[in-house]
């Protein structure tokens, strides 16, 4: 098949190559030049492990290829998918621009049958909307099969979670679109779901809104275990082995960011408010997660008497390991924190860099995580990248000013460290 995936972003990018892979003739179409011509020469924007490699196969291979000619690539190709972005305006609800004018541009070129997919994440009922955008724009008699296929792909994880679903979600009544899909899928090895669009795009809400529950959940249970003196990783621990609950998501830590989550409950939330259908449950989810970071500095706080002048190292710069995503990381908030409290403050992270403005405040950041805590009063840990937990901490011991840890993702093995003579201060165990 002949498949366009609009908007070269990370879903757009990922799920382009790996059908691609699987066979199929793709082109990506996206406004941006600079991200066509990196894409077009096999160079990834954005961090994705196992990405890069696939991207220049399949270039190689001739079966993926890039273009900023809309009227072109829309004529030319069978099967639609829209995959821009969807940011949340300042009420919390989804900005559906990209989205519109898109499904515009693809009435105006339209030329013949095709099939139109949703990708992009997208407010219950828009599916349906999209369809009418594209009429209403259209002058060809030829009509358009619509669908919805949410995406579930994980951050640092998504080539494995496109190649390898636990599920795909079809959403259409239009029996073309139907048929179109299941013939696209034919090849994958996971339960396929057949529903209604509207369907569809709820289950993509709720599946994330239930993710997000779970961590502000066990959270919560971190500070009684504070308390209590309990250590939250039996807790964790004992409630995962229930197959009711299963232990994913049940790691106490600094909540939840990126791009999914976050903007998902406000706009679920949002929903939900719109059709006087309140969600209180998920009102406090959010708010936990937001105090989770104060939380977090309120323990280092409660450790010096002043952190005027300490020389305070920070750990991860991505909201979670394995990618380059910063979106609604915790790590910015609590250098904001650090730096009215006037603290020196040094960053590590393996893939992220600092922009100019972070610099410019005076935030050093190192290459190398050995050279970052010389000399540190304390080290946050933020991000729970592996490497992290590979670092020779004897080693780090003798390199610091104070030996203290704050370990907001409880990554590291608390005993181990508290033998080698730091004071180990972690989230449900301290």
Not at 74 to 79: G, P, S
Request: hydrophobic share 35%; charged share 25%; aromatic share 10%.
């Amino acid at each position: 098949m002949k498949i366009l995936f609009i908007g070269m972003g990370y879903v757009g990018t990922t799920m382009g190559a790996v059908f691609a892979n699987a066979g199929h003739e793709v082109s990506g179409l996206d406004i941006n030049q600079e991200k066509i011509a990196s894409l077009t020469k096999g160079e990834l924007y954005f961090y994705e492990p196992g990405l890069q490699e696939m991207l220049v196969s399949q270039i190689g291979h001739e079966r993926l290829s890039f273009t900023t000619d809309a009227k072109e690539a829309i004529e030319n190709h069978d099967i639609l998918f829209i995959t821009v972005g969807t940011p949340s305006l300042e009420d919390g609800n989804a900005d559906l621009t990209y989205v519109k004018k898109v499904a515009q541009m693809i009435g105006r070129y339209k030329n013949m049958e095709k099939t139109i997919v949703v990708k992009s994440t997208v407010p219950i009922g828009t599916t349906n909307k999209v369809k009418e955008w594209i009429n209403e724009e259209s002058t060809d008699p030829n009509p358009v099969h619509i669908a919805m296929n949410p995406e579930f792909l994980r951050e640092g994880n998504a080539l494995q979670d496109a190649l390898y679903p636990d599920r795909i979600i079809i959403g259409s009544d239009d029996e073309e679109a139907l048929e179109t899909m299941h013939k696209l899928y034919q090849s994958w090895k996971c339960p396929i779901l057949q529903t209604t669009a509207m369907a569809a795009e709820t289950i993509k809400y709720a599946s994330n809104a239930f993710l997000a529950t779970k961590i502000s959940f066990i959270n919560e249970m971190a500070k009684l275990c504070d308390t209590l003196g309990v250590n939250i990783k039996d807790v964790s621990k004992g409630m995962g082995l229930d197959e009711r609950i299963g232990p994913h998501f049940l790691e106490a830590g600094l909540g939840y960011g990126g791009s999914c989550f976050p903007k998902d409950v406000k706009e679920l939330l949002g929903t939900a408010e719109a059709y006087q259908r309140p969600l209180g449950l998920l009102k406090e989810v959010e708010k936990i997660n937001k105090n989770q970071c104060t939380y977090f500095f309120e323990k280092l706080k409660k450790s010096f008497d002043t952190l005027e002048g300490k020389r305070i190292v920070l750990f991860g710069l991505a909201f979670k390991p394995h990618t380059d995503d910063t979106r609604e990381s915790v790590s910015f908030p609590i250098i904001d924190q650090l730096l009215k409290e006037k603290a020196s403050v040094a960053v590590h992270d393996p893939v992220v860099h600092l922009s100019k403005d972070w610099i410019t405040k005076g935030i050093k950041q190192y290459s190398d995580p050995y050279d970052a805590v010389e000399g540190s009063d304390a080290i946050l840990i933020c991000t729970d990248w592996p490497q992290y937990q590979e670092l020779d901490w004897e080693r780090v011991r003798h390199l610091v000013n104070e030996p203290s840890i704050f370990d907001g993702r409880n990554m590291l093995e608390a005993n181990q460290i508290k033998a080698l003579q730091f004071q180990y201060t972690g989230i449900g165990y301290s």
